[in-house]
C-alpha cells in the first residue's frame, strides 16, 4: 500500500512538472518559430528543440534509461517511412531520443493538449482522425508534402497501444506511402516502454530500461512485386521478432544478422 502510494504521488509530481515546464519550453519553441520560419521550410531547428524537450523527460527521470542500438542506420541526408512499435505513451518521448529530423503522424485529439498539442501544430506534424476516410487522404497528401521536402515522417502503423505487450497488425498506410513514392521504410524496435507506462494507466512503475534499436532500412527496389498489406506484414514480422516480452530484459535479444 505504501509502494502504491508512493508510486502515485511520484506520477502526480512527474505529470504537473510536465506541464509547469511545457509553458516555458513552448515560449522558447514559438521564439524559434518566429525567427526561423521565413528560411528553415522544413522547420529543422524546431524540431530539434522539440526533440530536447521532449528528452529532457526521459533525462529527468532517473528510473526510466533508455539505451538506443543501430543509430548509424540512419543516414542525415535520406528522409525515411519510420515504423515502430508502439506500447506505451512513453514511446513519443523515446522516439525524440533519436535527435533525427521527421514529421510525426499522430491522432488529431493530441494536438489539441495545450502547449504540448500547440507545439505539434507548430512543427508541422500530421494530423489524423481515425475513421474519417477524408482525414486520411489530407494525410498522405501531408506525408508526400514533407518527404517531398526533405522531412522523413513517423508512424505508429499498429495505431493505437498495444494493452498485452502483443503486437497489434500493422495498417497500411505507411507502406502505401513507401511503395507510392519510393522511399526507404526505417524499422525501429522499442522494448521496455510498456513497463514505464501501460495503456490505461498513468501510475509510475518503478525502474524501467527501454531499448531502441534501430534496423537497416528497407530500400525500395527490395519491395519488389509486394503488395502494401504484404510489404506491411512483413516490416512488422521483422519488428515483432526483436519485441521482448516483459518479463525479459532487453539485453538478451538476438542482435540483429
Known sequence: MVQ??????????????????SAFFFMIAVLIWLTTVLFDKRLWLLHRF?????????????????????????????????????????????????????????????????????????????????????????MYKACEKHLEHGSSVYLFPEGTRSESGQMRKFKEGAFVLAKRLQKPILPVVINGSRTALPKNSFNFHGKTQIEVTVLAPILPESFGEDTAKELAAKVQLQIEQRVVPDSVAPDSIAPES
Open 4 to 21: 502504491r502510494l508512493t508510486f502515485r504521488l511520484i506520477a502526480m509530481l512527474y505529470i504537473a512538472f510536465v506541464f509547469l515546464t
Open 50 to 138: 522539440t526533440c530536447f524537450w521532449a528528452s529532457l523527460y526521459i533525462w529527468l527521470m532517473p528510473p526510466w534509461s533508455v539505451s538506443i542500438k543501430g543509430k548509424e542506420n540512419i543516414d542525415p541526408n535520406d528522409t525515411y517511412i519510420i515504423v515502430s512499435n508502439h506500447q506505451s505513451l512513453v514511446d513519443i518521448l523515446v522516439a525524440f531520443t533519436l535527435f533525427t529530423h521527421f514529421k510525426w503522424v499522430s491522432k488529431a485529439e493530441l494536438f489539441n493538449i495545450p502547449l504540448i498539442g500547440w507545439n505539434m501544430s507548430l512543427n508541422q506534424y500530421i494530423k489524423l482522425r481515425r475513421g474519417s476516410n477524408k482525414s486520411v487522404k489530407t
